[in-house]
């Protein structure tokens, strides 16, 4: 899947017209994606997101859930503090 917007920095709408939040810890790995920027979504369960998305360049993963779902407060300040 490519980029089609990703003009808010925590969210990034792919060309499936997907839209999803980008976890706050993972957002540095996004500053390099441009729109010609290969990802692909991959369902996960690790307490904080749902999703993540791969950068089939680098293999570098982002956490995501849908753009409409909120953040879970303990597990993201969990992680956040884990680093």
Excluded: Y
């Excluded at 982002?62 to 503090?81: F, M, Q, S």
């Amino acid at each position: 899947m490519k980029i089609r917007t990703h003009s808010e920095s925590h969210v990034v709408e792919l060309d499936d017209g997907s839209d999803w939040q980008i976890f706050p810890g993972d957002l540095a790995a996004t500053l390099s994606w441009k729109p010609e920027t290969d990802l692909h979504l991959e369902h996960c369960r690790d307490g904080v997101s749902s999703h993540v998305l791969v950068n089939a360049a680098d293999q570098s993963r982002v956490r995501v859930i849908g753009a409409d779902e909120t953040w879970p407060d303990g597990e993201v300040k969990n992680a956040l503090k884990g680093g």
